[in-house]
């Protein structure tokens, strides 16, 4: 079982930015493939990015490349998500989550989801 606790989010304006941390309960953080996800209003939740068990291999939705940077601390039991040159269309609640077995972009691999912080990018 894993526990996640994002932080980080809030107001902006466009072309501003934000890091957003999503901090993982127990010791078995490392093993776990972590993904952003985000769902704006009236909308399904989506892939944004994600970072294998090392760090050394992210994948991100063509709409933040470029833009987005997710990381990881493995001894801090924390993924990052850096997100510059911010855009309206950016605005919604992101969502960090676990994946015990692969590096995906699909919502129905993630076995752990945490509650979701707000970002809102004015124009």
């Known amino acids: 079982q894993v526990h996640l606790v994002e932080s980080g989010g809030g107001l902006v304006q466009a072309g501003g930015s934000l890091r957003l941390s999503c901090t993982a309960s127990?010791?078995?953080?490392?093993?776990?493939?972590m993904g952003w996800f985000r769902q704006a209003p009236g909308k399904e939740r989506v892939f944004v990015a994600t970072?294998?068990?090392?760090?050394?291999?992210?994948h991100y939705a063509d709409s933040v490349k470029g833009r987005f940077t997710i990381s990881r601390d493995n001894a801090k039991n924390t993924v990052y998500l850096q997100m510059n040159s911010l855009k309206p269309e950016d605005t919604a609640v992101y969502y960090c989550?676990?994946?015990?077995?692969?590096?995906?972009?699909?919502?129905?691999?993630?076995?752990?989801w945490g509650q979701g912080t707000q970002v809102t990018v004015s124009s």
């Open positions: 127990g010791r078995t953080f490392s093993t776990y493939v």
């Open positions: 970072i294998n068990r090392s760090g050394g291999t992210t």
């Open positions: 989550a676990a994946d015990r077995l692969v590096v995906s972009s699909e919502r129905y691999e993630y076995d752990y």
